[in-house]
């Protein structure tokens, strides 16, 4: 079966740091994967996915994902936090056989202090 | 509309009425997910439609949990006997076929049963 790891209940950074949200995954076969953000009382909104190609991908809002495949890892970065940020993020992926759902990591809030 | 379309975006009911949650997929989109978030809890899977095929339903936690999907559009989930455990935001999502192709969430729908 398919997982998802986000080590971090909450990752905590200064306005202006670099920021980085932490993925794990484990997949048979080729890896789907993707970043989606949900603000204060809202759905999920789609940041960016690794489906092929170039291991960094680059997203909505500034964001970045490097795909690792020895480490098994995607991690969401971005340069520059903004207090705006300040979210959830949610690392899926997506299963290449049968129904193909998203399988969800339990979350990591981002805070970014100004 | 541009977008996964739910209704109603809040709910109050009382513990054993019926609810009925709808979706409205983007158009073309003939795969249709919903999922549920619990107050401080991750993203559970619920039920998976792919065009004329038959559901999954592996993850409707209980027979009072019920979807259909007519005409391969609009989805109705459907909470009979509603129970305290049951609040929650039950998001819809839809997407092309395929691994690659990313999945849009609707805005949710939010359930208090009181």
């Known amino acids: 079966a398919q997982s998802v790891a986000q080590p971090e209940d909450q990752v905590n950074v200064a306005e202006g740091n670099p920021l980085t949200v932490k993925c794990t995954y484990s997949?048979?076969?080729?890896?789907?994967l993707f970043w989606y953000v949900q603000y204060p009382n809202r759905g999920l909104q789609f940041l960016l996915k690794?489906?092929?190609?170039?291991?960094l991908v680059k997203g909505s809002y500034g964001f970045e994902a490097e795909f690792n495949k020895s480490q098994t890892s995607f991690h969401l970065k971005k340069p520059s936090a903004l207090v705006s940020d300040s979210a959830l993020y949610f690392c899926?992926?997506?299963?290449?056989?049968?129904?193909?759902?998203?399988?969800f990591g339990t979350g990591t809030r981002l805070l970014v202090s100004p | 509309g541009a977008g996964v379309s739910q209704s109603p975006s809040n709910k109050v009911t009382e513990k054993g009425k019926d609810v009925e949650l709808r979706c409205d997929p983007i158009?073309?989109?003939?795969?249709l997910y919903w999922y549920r978030q619990s107050l401080g809890q991750g993203l559970e899977f619920l039920i998976y439609?792919?065009?004329?095929?038959?559901?999954?339903k592996s993850g409707l936690p209980s027979d009072r949990f019920s979807a259909e999907r007519t005409g391969g559009s609009v989805s109705t989930l459907t909470i009979q006997r509603t129970q305290q455990e049951d609040s929650a935001v039950y998001l819809c999502?839809?997407?092309?076929?395929?691994?690659?192709?990313?999945?849009?969430f609707g805005e949710g729908s939010w359930l208090t049963v009181v």
């Open positions: 999502a839809s997407s092309s076929p395929g691994p690659g192709n990313t999945i849009y």
């Open positions: 158009s073309g989109h003939t795969a």
């Open positions: 690794y489906i092929t190609g170039d291991n």
């Open positions: 439609f792919q065009g004329n095929s038959a559901p999954d």
């Open positions: 997949v048979s076969g080729n890896p789907y």
């Open positions: 899926a992926v997506r299963e290449n056989t049968g129904f193909q759902k998203l399988v």
